[in-house]
């Protein structure tokens, strides 16, 4: 999931899309979570699931929202709402990723920004620190992603610091 910062601490979710020919994406809108976890609560309520079971299928279905992707036509993910957007690949100058720590409430919790240098300006995104987001973004765009000091092409990630 990617997240553009808008004001206040606020943020539009967005699911990107990688392709062959274009970086896709698909704004995740409140009412579509909220369609999906109400239709897998329903679901788990007609397999005769109880209350703990209705509500762990509502929590898989926030985190496995994404995977409809991929089974759509890039065409159809572009139409789904007026808020998807995508680049073409080819205009697609750099990706520069850059850890960000946030204490937040004690916990030390990391994540990446995502800064996208594209023919038509520089877009600005957070994601969730993953390795295999960033191996994917290495296999598709290659040289032109920057990573920070301490992460290889084969994901591993050494932290420094106490």
Do not use: C
Request: positive net charge.
């Amino acid at each position: 999931m990617l997240r553009k910062p808008k004001s206040l601490g606020r943020y539009d979710s967005y699911t990107g899309v990688v392709t062959n020919y274009r970086m896709i994406f698909a704004q995740m809108t409140t009412q579509m979570i909220n369609q999906a976890v109400t239709s897998a609560r329903d679901q788990a309520k007609a397999q005769g699931k109880g209350f703990w079971g209705q509500w762990g299928d509502q929590l898989k279905t926030s985190f496995t929202f994404a995977q409809r992707y991929l089974s759509m036509q890039p065409s159809a993910i572009l139409a789904e709402t007026p808020g998807n957007f995508a680049f073409d690949n080819g205009a697609i100058s750099e990706i520069k990723l850059k850890e960000e720590r946030d204490n937040d409430r004690g916990m030390q919790v990391y994540e990446m920004k995502m800064e996208i240098h594209h023919s038509s300006g520089k877009y600005e995104f957070r994601m969730d620190q993953d390795n295999n987001y960033i191996n994917l973004l290495k296999q598709v765009y290659g040289q032109r992603v920057k990573t920070p000091f301490g992460f290889s092409s084969h994901g591993v990630n050494i932290r420094l610091g106490f």
